[in-house]
């Protein structure tokens, strides 16, 4: 009998894409690292003006609508008789033709909405972020220490230290809620601030610049590489 040979398979696992972290008063401080599944992802600009499409027909509310002859208040006796008063016939004063009438071919409330399947959703946000890394517009903020009063002048004086002064920056927070960096962010012009679980394409698109948080980008990972994201 032959002698057999075992193969070993090795297990190739992906690196990660370290990101730099900055203290509030623009310092380098350490590095962060984030799944290459997410940041490794080459650009679909298909997909992405697909995306954009969507978000922003889901803005529309669709509810302009106007009244048809049928709906408008009024009476329905015939304006003028029919023949001798040398004018052309018409019947009710609630015609589209006179002045408080109805509304010819006017608009109706109808649904602008559109839709994407996770997977999709999925691949081009991780797109996009990959694309902003590689820019160099993606970094980590540690607010530890900021204090307990809103202090504009030391998100100001980071989002300069950082190169972006001027420039729309968007912050990604583990969770929106009432304290003083919130504060201070919205006193600045060109800033926002939204939730790790609810970032998406258009506002990383619409944004120079994107800073996580504190636990902003492991949060995001976590929510976004789990089965059951929203």
Known sequence: MPKTTETKIKKVTKKNTDISVFSIKGEKTESASLDKSIMDQKPNDALTAQYVRMYLANQRQGNASVKTRSEVI???QKVWRQKGTGRARHGAAKANLFRGGGV????MPRDFSLSMNKKQKKQVLFSTLSQKLKDGNIKVLDIKGFGEKPKTKKVAE???SIGAEG???????????NNPFIKSVSNLPKTDVIQATTLNTYEILNHEEIVFVNDGLAIME???LTKNEN
């Open 74 to 76: 009024g009476t329905t």
């Open 104 to 107: 010819t071919f006017g608009p």
């Open 158 to 160: 980071f989002i300069k």
């Open 167 to 177: 420039k729309k920056v968007l912050f990604v927070l583990p969770k929106i809620e």
């Open 222 to 224: 976590k929510h976004f």
